[in-house]
Structures are given as C-alpha cells and as structure tokens.
C-alpha cells in the first residue's frame, strides 16, 4: 500500500514571487487546453499582467506552495471574502491549485485539499469554493473530494 507523503501548504513569501508566478504561468498555460474559448481569442493571456493584477490586490488573497515531504510540488491561490448576504461569515475560493506532473497521482492533491480544509475549518470559514474550467478533468478530482457543482457561468459576445 502506497503512503502518501506529508504534505503541507506553506504561504509564499515576496521574495519567492518570481519562482510562484513562473509556475502559475506554466499550470496556466496548461489550462488553456480546457479553455477553448479564449484559445479562440487568440490566447492573449499575458502572465506579467496577471502578476502584477493579483499583487495589486491581495487583499484576502493567500498565496501557497504545495510541499510533499519537504518538496515544491505544486501551489495554491485562494481568496478568502465575505459571504452575500450574510457578510458574517467567510467563503474561500480556490481559484488556482495544481500539482506538479511528476508528483501526480500519489495523493498529494487530495492531501493538500484536504490540509486546506482543515485550516479553514479551524478558522470558521463557512464555505469553500473551488473554480475549475467547463471541460477540466480535474472536475472530477474535486468532485471525488466532495466539491459540487453549484453554478455554472456561461458568456457570449454581444
């Protein structure tokens, strides 16, 4: 029987930006497979203006490296904001979390996930979101951890 490595979400400190905002470019230019939408745009995503748009308003906003047994193997961006209506209470939405390809598989996703909620438990927070693109796969890796599909957002040019 496999063990899962110990996994830990460990916050990302300023001077590590460059290596984080490197490895959200790479997980989202992986994304773009399951974004046809915007690949039939052009793909213009341009990953310096996305750096500088998440830096410019962290608020709320938590930057985390996924680490297995001491390992960078992936990262995580969650913001946490009041609930509508009831502003007494938090909702956190993961809007970006990968693990690394050579570190698939052997449980760290869901190991991570599942540290994740327990922080956010312990803190009070009333719901966790987690946004996942229309045709990713990874739907699936959340729903096996308990996640439901809630909304759906949909778009059209005028």
């Known amino acids: 029987m496999a063990v899962t490595p110990e996994v830990l979400l460990i916050p990302v400190k300023a001077r590590e ?19 046809t939408e915007a690949a039939e745009d052009g793909g213009d995503w341009d990953p310096e ?11 709320g906003r938590e930057l985390l490296w996924i680490e297995a047994d001491g390992e960078r193997a992936g ?11 009831d502003e007494s209470r938090n909702v956190a939405d993961i809007a970006e979390f ?19 909620l327990a922080d956010h438990r ?14 990713n796969p990874a ?10 599909v809630r909304s759906v957002n949909t778009s059209r040019r005028p």
Do not use: K
């Not at 203006?49 to 608020?59: F, N």
């Not at 990262?75 to 509508?84: H, S």
């Not at 699936?140 to 951890?145: E, T």
């Open 17 to 35: 930006y460059d290596a984080f905002f490197a490895m959200l470019a790479d997980y989202t230019r992986d994304l773009s497979q399951y974004d």
């Open 49 to 59: 203006l996305h750096r500088h748009s998440v830096l410019d308003d962290m608020e």
């Open 75 to 85: 990262l995580a961006m969650v913001r946490v904001y009041p609930d509508f209506p």
């Open 98 to 116: 990968t693990v690394l390809p050579a570190f698939r598989g052997r449980g760290i996703g869901s190991a991570a996930v599942e540290t994740l």
């Open 122 to 135: 312990a803190r009070g927070t009333y719901l966790v979101d987690a946004s996942v693109l229309r045709d």
């Open 139 to 148: 739907l699936a890796f959340w729903q096996r951890l308990g996640f439901i």
